[in-house]
C-alpha cells in the first residue's frame, strides 16, 4: 500500500444511535447508518450497524471502541456516462473494527472515527480489497 495510491472521497453518512451508561465511565452505543461510500467512479451503498462502547476519561472526552456489522444494499458505477450495477461482483457483507475519540457538550456530540473493513468487499482470483475509512461525526 503507498499514500495516495488508493482513492478517497467524502460520501453521505446519516443515521441515529442511543446510548446507554453502564458505568460512570463506560456507555454502550448502538447504532443504525445508512452509508454512501465513493472510491473513484463507484458508488456503494450500505446499511450499517455498529456496536461501540465510549470508554470515558474524563466526564465530556472518551474513547470509542467497537464493531459494525454492514450490508451493501446497491453497488455501481459509472463508466462513459453510463451507469453499470456491480452489485453481483461485490461481497454483500461488510465487517469493520472500529476505533475513535470524542467529546460530548450537552446533547451535542463530535467524534472522529476510523473503521477498518475486515472482509473483503470484492474478491478476484489475485486481489482482495476490503475498505477503510475516516470520519467526523456531528451529532
Do not use: C
Request: a neutral charge; charged letters at 15%; glycine letters at 8%.
Amino acid at each position: 500500500w503507498e499514500l495516495g495510491s488508493r482513492n478517497s472521497s467524502i460520501s453521505f453518512h446519516g443515521g441515529m444511535f442511543m446510548s446507554f451508561r453502564i458505568a460512570e465511565n463506560m456507555a454502550v452505543v448502538p447504532e443504525l447508518n445508512y452509508s454512501v461510500v465513493s472510491p473513484g467512479d463507484e458508488t456503494l451503498r450500505y446499511l450499517q450497524v455498529p456496536v461501540l462502547v465510549n470508554f470515558y476519561e474524563y466526564k465530556w472526552l472518551f474513547l470509542q471502541l467497537g464493531i459494525q456489522y454492514g450490508r451493501m444494499l446497491s453497488a455501481d458505477i459509472t463508466i462513459n456516462n453510463q451507469t453499470i450495477s456491480t452489485t453481483g461482483v461485490r461481497n454483500k457483507n461488510d465487517l469493520a473494527l472500529v476505533a475513535g475519540l470524542g467529546a460530548e457538550f450537552g446533547k451535542f456530540v463530535v467524534n472522529v472515527r476510523y473503521n477498518w473493513g475486515v472482509i473483503p468487499n470484492q474478491d478476484f482470483a489475485t486481489i482482495s480489497i476490503a475498505q477503510a475509512s475516516f470520519g467526523l461525526v456531528l451529532n
